[in-house]
């Protein structure tokens, strides 16, 4: 079993940076694929980025490449997500989500097995 918990979330106007974090207790990170997703007020959950186990591996939405960049820290069993360039668009509920049965990140939110609360991501016009 896995435990998540984000944070880094807030209010940050057009333009602003929010870096968010994901703390993992219960088993160690370093053999899985995190990744990162957002819901939306009144749309559905989308992927934002996932990174693969041994980091050197990732990957991004089209709607955020360039403007945001994950990373993990193994020996802290923690995944990052810096967003810069905020958009109003950018707003949602941000999970993050560990992919236990493999090293590989994907896209696919059903390959996910064990998810976070979420952390509020607004931005202001």
């Known amino acids: 079993q896995v435990q998540l918990v984000e944070s880094g979330g807030g209010l940050v106007q057009t333009g602003g940076s929010l870096r968010l974090s994901c703390a993992a207790s219960?088993?160690?990170?370093?053999?899985?694929?995190v990744g990162w997703f957002r819901q939306a007020p009144g749309k559905e959950r989308e992927f934002v980025a996932a990174?693969?186990?041994?980091?050197?591996?990732?990957g991004y939405a089209d709607s955020v490449k360039g403007r945001f960049t994950i990373s993990r820290d193994n020996a802290k069993n923690a995944v990052y997500l810096q967003t810069n360039i905020l958009k109003p668009d950018d707003t949602g509920v941000y999970y993050c989500?560990?992919?236990?049965?493999?090293?590989?990140?994907?896209?696919?939110?059903?390959?996910?097995?064990?998810w976070g609360q979420g952390t509020q991501v607004t931005v202001s016009p």
């Open positions: 989500a560990v992919r236990a049965t493999s090293h590989w990140y994907c896209r696919q939110q059903h390959e996910y097995n064990y």
């Open positions: 990174i693969s186990a041994s980091g050197g591996v990732s």
């Open positions: 219960g088993r160690t990170l370093s053999s899985y694929a």
